[in-house]
């Protein structure tokens, strides 16, 4: 799926690679289990009911931008350890970091995008990008769903009220 972001995204949620009900929908976060939309409303109060359309417009509209680490990858089902790993193609991260430089900080939905980001995409990036700040949010998946959402919702707050320490993913 193509990511969204335009030149007022400052924030770019980075998940792994979409599940099967998003890939069906061709929308992000389409899996109804899936927290990521409940989130959003909470922090921005973007109804999840919205169609999709008009939520993405949203969250451009609040500077947040959504893509995958992984562009393509052969998955039975849709959780993110039965990704087999040698079939990863990343994305061309270097590519939208030049298109919109003013991403100032990716936020990982959970420890596998941000590990893949690590191994396959930090490599490929020119300096440029070590401004770019880097934080990994507990995934919003319902395969994570030992946190209870008040403390999911209360991490994934980065992404509206401040800015994490400047680290590597």
């Given at each position: 799926?193509?990511?969204?972001?335009?030149?007022?995204?400052?924030?770019?949620?980075?998940?792994?690679?979409?599940?099967?009900?998003?890939?069906?929908?061709?929308?992000?976060?389409?899996?109804?289990?899936?927290?990521?939309?409940?989130?959003?409303?909470?922090?921005?109060?973007?109804?999840?009911?919205?169609p999709y359309?008009?939520?993405?417009?949203?969250?451009?509209?609040?500077?947040?931008?959504?893509w995958d680490?992984?562009?393509?990858?052969?998955?039975?089902?849709?959780?993110?350890?039965?990704?087999?790993?040698?079939?990863?193609?990343?994305?061309?991260?270097?590519?939208?970091?030049?298109?919109?430089?003013?991403?100032?900080?990716?936020?990982?939905?959970?420890?596998?995008?941000?590990?893949?980001?690590?191994?396959?995409?930090?490599?490929?990036?020119?300096?440029?990008?070590?401004?770019?700040?880097?934080?990994?949010?507990?995934?919003?998946?319902?395969?994570?769903?030992?946190?209870?959402?008040?403390?999911?919702?209360?991490?994934?707050?980065?992404?509206?009220?401040?800015?994490?320490?400047?680290?590597?993913?």
């Amino acid at each position: 799926m193509r990511y969204f972001a335009d030149a007022r995204t400052r924030v770019l949620v980075v998940g792994t690679l979409p599940g099967q009900a998003s890939l069906a929908a061709r929308q992000y976060y389409a899996q109804p289990q899936n927290a990521f939309w409940r989130v959003i409303e909470d922090l921005h109060g973007v109804p999840r009911t919205l169609p999709y359309r008009q939520r993405v417009a949203a969250l451009l509209e609040h500077g947040i931008g959504v893509w995958d680490v992984c562009a393509s990858a052969h998955r039975p089902g849709s959780l993110d350890s039965s990704i087999a790993r040698e079939s990863i193609v990343a994305n061309d991260f270097a590519r939208l970091y030049r298109r919109w430089p003013g991403i100032e900080l990716v936020c990982f939905n959970g420890a596998t995008a941000a590990t893949l980001y690590r191994k396959l995409v930090l490599p490929t990036l020119a300096t440029a990008t070590t401004q770019i700040r880097y934080v990994v949010l507990p995934s919003t998946s319902p395969a994570h769903a030992s946190m209870r959402y008040a403390e999911k919702l209360e991490r994934w707050r980065i992404v509206t009220s401040g800015w994490a320490s400047r680290r590597a993913p």
